[in-house]
């Protein structure tokens, strides 16, 4: 079956730490996507891709990167630079805007 | 204003009752408009979209449109315990692409 698996479901980060989050489609989907979950809040993007080797700030990218180097995967890291990293985190995807997104099932990241 | 606001809830509704979910967005380019089902802990699944004014039905579910009014409904008949969850709206905005702006989503609840 297509879907989006995301990778791991549980992650712990020291202080000082940078850690990726694995996103890998098998949908064959252009456009990719990260958003971040906080309790009780909204969705909010993180980074896209349109496109194979090329990927765009989202409203808050600051504190994060990400590749796109194949079709199927799209990489989150969360780095040092990010003080409040502790949130779940979604990946998503779609064929196109009048689709919708397909949703991995997220990785859920706390700061220890 | 928030682009896409919804009410937190949580709605309360009996078993075999109409739940009645309502969203409304600042952007009146909006263009594409989706509805997602959140269970605690899981990530989002696309249950309803609509594109044009008017309703929308699917099985137990009717999306509204109403873009002169900004607005956008999610009816759900004969509620079930199992619709327990947070019900998040989405829009894609004039001139983003693909990318969907998430309402903070309203919390639906089912009593027996």
């Known amino acids: 079956d297509g879907g989006i698996t995301q990778s791991p479901k549980y992650l712990f980060r020291k202080e000082g730490q940078n850690v990726t989050l694995s996103c890998e489609q098998n949908?064959?989907?252009?456009?990719m996507y990260w958003y971040r979950q906080d309790p009780g809040q909204g969705l909010r993007l993180i980074y896209y891709?349109?496109?194979?080797?090329?990927?765009q700030k989202g409203d808050i990218a600051e504190g994060y990167s990400v590749s796109r180097e194949k079709k199927e995967s799209f990489p989150l890291t969360v780095t040092s630079a990010q003080k409040n990293p502790t949130a779940f985190y979604l990946c998503?995807?779609?064929?196109?805007?009048?689709?919708?997104?397909?949703f991995g099932s997220g990785t859920r990241l706390t700061v220890v | 204003q928030k682009e896409v606001e919804q009410n937190s809830g949580p709605l309360s509704v009996p078993e075999g009752a109409i739940a009645s979910l309502n969203c409304t967005y600042s952007?009146?380019?909006?263009?594409?408009f989706f509805w997602y089902r959140q269970y605690s802990g899981k990530s989002p699944e696309l249950i309803m979209s609509?594109?044009?004014?008017g309703d929308k039905e699917d099985g137990r579910f009717t999306a509204q449109l109403n873009k002169a009014s900004q607005y956008v409904s999610l009816l759900i008949r004969d509620s079930q315990p199992s619709d327990s969850a947070t019900y998040l709206c989405?829009?894609?905005?004039?001139?983003?692409?693909?990318?969907?702006?998430f309402g903070t989503g309203t919390r639906l609840q089912v009593t027996l």
């Open positions: 998503a995807s779609t064929r196109g805007s009048n689709y919708g997104y397909t």
């Open positions: 949908l064959n989907h252009d456009a």
């Open positions: 891709s349109q496109i194979v080797n090329d990927f």
């Open positions: 952007d009146r380019g909006s263009q594409s």
């Open positions: 609509i594109y044009s004014n």
């Open positions: 989405a829009v894609i905005r004039t001139g983003t692409a693909s990318k969907l702006t």
